[in-house]
């Protein structure tokens, strides 16, 4: 059962994620640009680090990503408080892109989960929480 249900996992992302890249082409946007720009609004201002680690990646995928997203001006890096720390920073025009694509995708979401109601999706949610926490737990 399990590696059934991990096989429909990796399904259900294959068609999410193709479905995610048509509707980011007219944004001029990858997944993983509009993955990176996400997690900045959502979580505040955020190091590569940060972002490597949660995502389980290296530092060098993730700076080419940010860079092409500074280059369109929709995130800035800034110094911390360290000097050598760099921190990713949405800028207004990186909110306003933000939020259009978010009324794009928010009706294929809608679609996504047909039928499954809000408990369903907090215990889904928490399922993919215990499956995270398990996974990186192996180290």
Known sequence: MKQSLMS???????????GLTE???PYNFTPLQWALL?????????????????????????????HNL???QLIEIQTGLDKRQKLMVVTPLGQEQY?????????????????IDEQQQLV?????E???????RRG
Do not use: C, H
């Open 99 to 115: 939020d259009n694509i978010q009324r794009t995708i928010y009706p294929y979401l809608e679609e996504v989960f047909e039928g």
């Open 70 to 72: 500074v280059k369109r």
């Open 23 to 25: 509707l980011l082409i």
């Open 8 to 18: 429909n996992l990796r399904l259900v992302s294959r068609l999410y994620i193709n």
């Open 124 to 128: 889904l949610e928490e399922v993919f």
């Open 38 to 66: 996400r997690y900045l609004v959502e979580n505040g201002e955020s190091t590569y680090s940060d972002v490597a680690t949660k995502w389980q990646m290296e530092n060098p995928t993730i700076t080419p990503v940010a």
């Open 130 to 136: 215990n499956m995270y926490k398990n996974m990186t």
